[in-house]
Each structure stands twice: as C-alpha cells, then as structure tokens.
C-alpha cells in the first residue's frame, strides 16, 4: 500500500515535470534554443491564478484560463522582443539572453509580487479519495496532475501530427531554410510554438501550485531545471521523450528518497541521467541526426 | 539589435540596483552625532520576512532610544538576501558608510561568513537572531541576542519529554541547512536521555522542498505521535498541507523558524491549529512594554509582529544600554568601541529586559542566557502553553 501511495506521489510529481518539460523540448525542437525563461513563466502563470482565486474571487477554471491567456501573450512578448531580434546571433548570445529574461522576470515579480510566500489554494477543491477502507489516501489534485498530463500529451500529438501547424511545426523543426522556400512563415511558426509553449507553462504552474501551494517569485526555477533535465533525459526535441522523461525522473525522484535515502535523492537522479546520457547521448528517445557538413 | 540587448540588460541591471539600496533611519529627536549602526539581513528573497521584520522591530526601538535625548543613533539596514556573498557585500556597504556596530546578521548562513570579517575588522557585533553557535565560535566580539541552535534542540527535547507532548518522534529537517541540521543534532542527542523514541528521520533540501509524502508516509508508518520540526515556515506550510490531504494528523512542533506561518498570505491558518513552537516572544503577552510595542508596530506596519521583530527591537535596546554604560560617544573608532562593549556585555552586573526575555545576560562566549516560552496555535494566533 505504501508502494502504492509513492507511486502515486512520483506519477504526480513526474506529471507536473512532463508538462513542463513539453514546453522546453517543443521550444528546443522548432527554434533549436533553450528557453531558461520557461520556469519564470510558470511562476507568473502561478501568480496569476492566486490574484484570480484569492483576490477577485473567481472560479477555479476561470483562473486557469485567465493565467493561460495572460502567459500566451508573456510567452509571445518576450519572443518578440528578446529572442526573434536575435534569431541570427550565435546561440550563446540566445542563451544568456533567455537566462537575462529568467532573472527579468524573477526580479519584476519581485517588484510586484514582493518576496514574501503566499498560500496558494488548490484549484482542485474536492476531497482525497480514500481506497482500501482508509489505507490509501490519494489527493485529488494529484488525479487531476495525470490526467491533465494525459490530455495535454494527447492533444499535443494530434495538433503536431494531424494539423497543418503541426505540419509547419514539424517541417521549421526539419529544416528551416527548405520550410521558408515552401512558403512555410518560420516566425509565425515559432511564435504559436511559444504561444503552446507558455499556454502549457501557466497549466503547469496552477498545477504545481495546487499540489505544493507555496509561490514565490522563485517558484518556478527549481521545478524549471527539474524538468529541463528531464526533457534532456528524454531526449531533447521529442515530445514523447519529454512525457516519460518527466514521468520517469519524478518516479525515480521519489522512490529514491523513500528506499533509498532522502539525502541523497537529487544525487540519485542526477547519477541516472548521466548513466543515460552515457550510454544514449540523445536522450532516451532522441533521434540521433547526422550533422550534416 | 545591439541597443535592444543593451536596453534588457540596462533593465536588468537598473532593476537589481533597486533592491541593492537599503534604508536608513535617523534619528529624529536630541542633539550630537549619532553612533551608526549597521544592520544586515535579507529584505527581499524568501527569508525577507525575517530580515524586514528584525529592521522594522529595529527602528521602533531607535525612535524611543533616539527619543530618550541620551545617546543617539543612526541605523542602516542593507539586504543581504539571505545570501552569505551578499551579506559580506552589504557588510563593506556598511564599513564604508562609517559602521561603528554592527546589528546583524539575521540569518545564520550569511552570519557566519559576516562575523568572521566583523572579527578581523573589530566592530562589535551582536546578531538579532543568526542561531548557530558557528557565528560566534571563536570571535570575542561577536554577540547573540537569540538562543544558540543547541539550545533550541535541547529546550525542544527537555520541553516536549517534560510535557509528555509524545513519545515516538519523527524528524523532518534541512540537511543542507546550518540551523535546521545544528538543533536537529542536538534534539537527537538530548531525546536519548529523556526516553523519547525518535522513530524516523528524513530530510529535504531547498531543491527537494516541494514534495513531503514520502517523508510523512515514512512517519506515519513509523507511528510517530509528534513531528518535530527543525526548520523555516515555508516548507513547514507544505507539509502541514500535505499531511492534511493524507490524512495524517500528528502534533507539530517547531522551533523559532516556524514563527511567520501564520501572516503567509492565504494560508489556511487551521492547518496550524495546534502546531506548538518553542519562541522567547509572544505577541498576545499582556505586560505593558509588549502591549505598547505591538500596537506601534501594528500601527506603523500593518502587522502583528513576530519574534524576530522583537529580536530586532531588543537589539538595539542592548546595544543602548550597552553603550551608555561603557560611556561611549560617536567620536570613538569601532575598535575603541568594540573594546568598551566587549567589557560592558560580560560584566557581571550587566543585563537587559527585553521583550524577548527579562534579565538577559551575556557569556565570554557570546551567547545569551534567558527562558524560552513554549507557544501553541490556537485559532489562529499564539498562545502561551503554560
């Protein structure tokens, strides 16, 4: 039973990852950059729910949409205005950038938000589910973590492989000079990829709110680098890759602290992404691409 | 494109440069130079409860002292972040401003990188609340006005074995944390001789603080009746909410970090009913002197104040007391004056009543000997347990 309960407490932990990771890997894939802001925008996706529940005392689901909206349009602001200038710079002038953006917007929810941590209310508000007269407790919120992970990976895979911006999604990925010359718009492509990007980063953030209610301008880093590794550990650029990267690091991520050692949970996780790296430098389910001379 | 990346980062910049400026206090009434007093603590950050609380504690007590046409004094209160870089930069802000005592820092990571150059400079030193017995180890001019982790761990072992609070502990602590791992070390050594059974320890680090299941299934199998907390109220929040979806319901009990829990904005504050904590200050206390100094504080910043602002408050009451009675003036150099107040903190017939404790006196050491108050949670604010 309480192998039960981890497992339960590693799918949500890893569901929460997943949809973070999504962001980052279909960010990576399309515009071939690492987006070190994602995990602020979850933060301020975060924010935004609170104002709407604790403060103007909307709906749950009205808040959700509210943070979705106003992160689509941070999401496709700052691509805007920090990445899409320097779409011809060398790629570590794009990182620093997007690190600069990171601590932008840590430092502007700083301002606005001040330090102090705020109680986030679970958008969930139902009771735990209780199995096994009373042996297992499952919060609700971690039911809702899966199953929106589930929806979320589902709609993903059929918007990129059955929709004609999945098409353009997929062919700017491929190959972004060929995709122009087919009268693909490569910047368009790139900002609804933002747009999906942070729609999903504000999901993220309700979520990872809901089921570990603290929120600090800070919120969003950890969890941010968490699911970075997980994208890397699933294979940068794949979007399955992201889903069972995430799943699998918030599993392992917890079955280390609760049988092998609390401490050293992190170095457990961290010890089984190099091994993978080692022996799969592409991730789990990355594709391995030739370079081509 | 260049201007735009420039235009970011002048952002960027301009906007950390705000919250690198400190505040400064002057004294308002009486004549003379003051002394100036340097204060170090994080004002922004996650510990910027602590240090915005121990610097508005701080200027309400300058303000009487100052009122008092005696000595004056001038505070600067520089953010450190919680941050021990930082701290030190904020700590030669302060050398150069012309600091003469220094009261800080708030927390104990940064303390014990600050007190180590305030010993090497000789500026006399006596921290708010920077617990760990590493801040003062060593430094004949370094003081505390709160209790030393040790202590914290003892009081907490002899407190809850004296009140039969429990009898199968569990431990839930910060491992890469001074102050959490110092009191935890001592509560595991002074349980043994009070016949409490510690059943699980687990612990966590500021990158782990999100998820706590595993370590309160752990305690709940274990069949822990108590949990004790050595650590800060934000991950203490978690896992009160955490263990409330489980089903777990234990006694809590924590140390000084878990004061602040209830003025968290939106907080369920009936997740903390009956949560006990071991602190030297109670809001709700009735004497005079407390009930004068809530309500200035309540009336000048909105909020009831915690022990830290106390702490603050006391701070710069010793260091007053402290100074007029080693007849020091604001021309004398910090080392001049470090000297004197080293000689008056340990005279024997020197001692303070605060609101953090009556009769606080000071060893060679450094530490500071006065009672603790065990606080429990009732609906929603503290209340003494005896």
Redesign the interface.
């Known amino acids: 039973m309480t192998f039960l309960s981890y497992l339960i407490s590693g799918l949500s932990l890893g569901s929460v990852y997943a949809i973070i990771a999504l962001g980052y890997t279909m960010v990576y894939g399309i515009a071939k950059m690492l987006n070190f802001a994602h995990g602020d925008v979850i933060m301020v996706g975060g924010y935004m729910s609170f104002i709407a529940t604790a403060h103007l005392g909307w709906p749950p689901l009205a808040s959700v949409l509210l943070a979705m909206v106003v992160c689509t349009a941070l999401g496709i602001v700052i691509e805007r205005f920090a990445y899409k200038p320097l779409r011809a710079a060398p790629s570590l002038a794009v990182l620093i950038t997007a690190i600069g953006v990171s601590y932008f917007l840590q430092n502007a929810a700083l301002l606005i938000w001040s330090s102090n941590p705020k109680s986030f209310t679970s958008i969930v508000r139902l009771p735990s589910l209780k199995l096994f007269d009373g042996e297992l407790t499952v919060s609700s919120v971690a039911i809702v973590t899966i199953i929106s992970c589930i929806i979320i990976i589902i709609a993903l895979t059929f918007v990129i492989g059955k929709t004609k911006i999945g098409k353009a999604m997929r062919a700017v990925s491929e190959d972004k000079e060929a995709a122009q010359l087919m009268g693909i718009s490569v910047n368009q492509t790139i900002s609804v990829t933002f747009a999906i990007g942070s729609a999903l980063a504000a999901i993220a953030g309700v979520l990872l709110c809901s089921a570990y209610p603290i929120l600090m301008p800070t919120t969003g880093s950890m969890p941010g680098i968490k699911a970075f590794t997980a994208a890397v550990f699933g294979g940068i650029g794949s979007i399955p890759g992201a889903f069972w990267g995430g799943l699998l690091l918030g599993m392992i991520e917890i079955f280390g602290k609760a049988y092998i050692s609390t401490e050293l949970s992190d170095a457990i996780v961290f010890s089984i992404l190099i091994i993978v790296l080692l022996v799969k430098p592409t991730g789990l389910m990355g594709k391995k691409i030739s370079e081509k001379v | ?1 260049h201007t ?2 420039f235009r ?2 002048t ?2 910049l301009a ?2 440069m ?2 690198l400026a400190g505040c400064t206090a002057k004294p308002t009434g009486g004549t003379g130079t003051p002394i100036k007093i340097g204060g170090i603590g ?1 004002l ?3 510990a ?2 602590y240090g915005s609380s121990v610097a508005n504690g701080a200027k309400i007590a300058l303000e009487e002292v100052n009122a008092l046409g005696g000595l004056q004094f001038e505070l600067n209160f520089q953010d450190d972040e919680h941050d021990a870089e930082k701290s030190v930069n904020a700590y030669n802000t302060l050398k150069d401003w012309g600091m003469q005592i220094l009261c800080g820092t708030v927390t104990t990571t940064p303390g014990i990188a600050v007190s180590t150059e305030a010993f090497k400079d000789r500026i006399f030193t006596l921290t708010p609340s920077a617990s760990s017995t590493k801040v003062i180890e060593g430094k004949d001019n370094v003081y505390q006005l709160c209790f030393t982790d040790p202590n914290q761990g003892i009081a907490s072992a002899q407190y809850i074995a004296d009140n039969k609070l429990g009898t199968k502990i569990a431990i839930i602590y910060n ?1 890469a944390d001074a102050y959490s791992t110092g009191i935890y070390e001592k509560f595991i050594s002074e349980a043994a001789g009070n016949n409490l059974e510690v059943v699980s320890t ?7 603080a ?2 706590f ?3 309160l ?2 305690a709940k ?1 274990a069949g822990a009746d108590l949990i004790f907390l050595p650590i800060y109220y ?1 991950p203490a ?2 896992i009160l ?1 955490q263990a409330d ?3 777990y319901a234990p006694k809590f009990f924590g140390v000084d970090g878990m004061d602040g829990i209830l003025t ?5 504050t009936e997740l903390a009913e009956g949560v006990m904590l071991l602190t030297p200050f109670a809001a709700d206390a009735k004497d005079e002197r407390t009930v004068d100094f809530v309500a200035k504080y309540q009336e000048a910043y909105k909020e009831i104040p915690n022990q830290f602002a106390a702490d603050g408050y006391d701070c710069i009451y010793a260091i007053y007391e402290a100074c007029t009675k080693a007849g020091i003036t604001a021309d004398m150099d910090a080392a001049t004056i470090c000297d004197k107040m080293i000689a008056a903190f340990t005279a024997s017939d020197f001692s303070v009543d605060g609101l953090t404790g009556e009769n606080m006196t000071w060893s060679k050491t450094g530490e500071v000997a006065k009672a603790p108050k065990g606080m429990v949670i009732e609906n929603g604010v503290y209340v003494g347990m005896n």
């Not at chain 2, 687990?202 to 782990?208: H, K, L, R, V």
């Not at chain 2, 968290?264 to 369920?268: G, L, P, S």
């Open positions: 494109m735009r990346r970011i980062l952002l960027v906007l950390s705000v919250f994080p922004t950050g996650g910027a409860v491992n687990t612990t966590f680090t500021e990158d782990t999100n998820d299941n595993v370590q299934t752990e199998n934000q929040s978690l909410t979806a489980m089903g968290m904005e939106n907080f369920n």
